[in-house]
């Protein structure tokens, strides 16, 4: 039995997002082309299980079950999918803009998901300046960088099916995205132009990137706090003081959130032991408070932050904010201060998910539809805008030159 609880970003649904234009266009050829529409989800422990009664709503369904069965003309014998139907329908009624009814099968793709798991080939891409589809990253171990494919590399075709006159998340869609599944793609890489063919399989994509931005100043940009993050983030801060790291700059933009217990042991990281990291209060009255475990370490840290840095990254953000721990650069965060939890529903093995809690930083205070706002306002240019984080033309990241500026006065 599964204990689950999350903390979510549902960008999509309420209407706040900011448009990216192609920054949002670079996505992992996986099976689920959904991922960056549902946001970054994921869970802490805490289980609850629904139990039905007789009660009105119970009744009422039942009946509207049993007119359907004795009287739809073209009624197929399926009670489980009128039930989901209906818990779905229950789900949507609430007004939560977070609640949602999952099948089973929704639930394992949705737990792959925030285990960075996918099927695919295992690369990132996105539509450069010139109109073409461009590899920005070939991950690890995968059956993309096994092929031979290459960051700088533009996607011509796939499965016989050029790129023109379509969106990349049409052109995208034409990867046969099942385990074992042959693909065929050309690729122009400088004059030549290559075909490869790639069997797709399930990839792990990482959450963690970094590198040296001076001699004594390092860089890790967190893309989601899912899967290994944590362990990938202690990684990358013993090899950037390897490499002679001092200060640092902790990048959260656009990073929507993910599971409460990463974010949490995240925190752990950068805060002295026994620090409250946030504090969780529910319907009920009930006050959790949630500590840091460890020594943190102690180094001179810039953190930044954008409109699209959600849930889990306003809960460290706040954390490191309130102890200046760090300093914030960058635009106001999303403001996104509550929790969900997943409810088992045993009838149909599936799971519901309810807004359940709000969290608060360390100060008190809960960011939900106020964001937080950084120590220093910068904005991006509306041409820096245009690409992902990871991405940015040298030259066009004025919240990073300003986060390099800040640690070396």
Same mark, same amino acid.
């Given at each position: ?113 925030? @285990? ?48 023109? &006159? ?7 869609? *034409? ?67 390897? @490499? ?10 656009? *990073? ?61 953000? &706040? ?20 929790? @969900? ?26 960011? @939900? ?41």
């Amino acid at each position: 039995m599964e204990e689950l609880q999350q903390i979510e970003t549902a960008v999509e649904k309420n209407g706040k997002k900011k448009k990216k234009g192609i920054r949002v266009a670079a996505i992992v050829l996986a099976l689920v082309f959904t991922a960056a529409a549902s946001a970054s989800v994921s869970w802490y422990a805490a289980k609850q299980v629904y139990r039905g009664n007789d009660g009105h709503l119970v009744s009422s369904v039942k009946q509207a079950r049993d007119i359907i069965r004795n009287h739809y003309f073209y009624y197929e014998e399926d009670e489980q999918k009128l039930t989901e139907a209906a818990l779905k329908g229950i789900a949507a009624a609430t007004g939560d803009l977070y609640a949602e009814y999952y099948t089973a099968e929704e639930y394992e793709d949705l737990k792959k998901q925030n @285990q960075r798991s996918f099927v695919g080939i295992g690369i990132l891409t996105q539509i450069n300046e010139e109109g073409n589809v461009e590899v920005l990253d070939v991950y690890d171990d995968t059956p993309a960088s096994e092929a031979g494919l290459m960051r700088g590399d533009l996607l011509i075709e796939i499965n016989g099916v050029p790129f023109t &006159g379509m969106t990349l998340s049409e052109f995208l869609a *034409n990867v046969r995205a099942e385990d074992g599944a042959a693909n065929d793609f050309v690729i122009r890489r400088g004059e030549e132009t290559l075909s490869f063919r790639i069997v797709a399989r399930e990839v792990h994509t990482p959450s963690v990137s970094y590198r040296m931005l001076t001699d004594t100043i390092g860089y890790i940009h967190l893309t989601a706090f899912h899967g290994t993050c944590v362990e990938e983030t202690k990684t990358a801060m013993k090899e950037l003081r390897e @490499q002679g790291m001092e200060k640092l700059v902790l990048d959260f933009r656009d *990073n929507l959130g993910g599971s409460l217990y990463d974010a949490i042991n995240i925190a752990d990281i950068f805060l002295p032991k026994d620090y409250i990291v946030t504090t969780l209060r529910s319907r009920d009255g009930k006050v959790t408070e949630y500590k840091t475990t460890e020594s943190g370490i102690d180094i001179k840290t810039v953190l930044l932050v954008n409109e699209l840095s959600a849930s889990a990254s306003e809960l460290v953000a &706040g954390a490191l904010k309130d102890y200046e721990a760090a300093y914030l650069i960058g635009t106001k965060t999303y403001g996104k201060g509550i929790v @969900q939890t997943f409810f088992e529903i045993p009838e149909t093995n599936g799971w519901f998910k309810l807004t359940t809690d709000a969290y608060y930083t360390p100060n008190g205070v809960c960011v @939900q539809d106020d964001g937080i706002t950084p120590d220093l306002i910068v904005e991006l240019s509306e041409e820096a805008e245009k690409y992902s984080i990871d991405y940015i033309p040298e030259g066009l990241d004025t919240q990073l030159a300003a986060a390099i500026k800040y640690l070396e006065d």
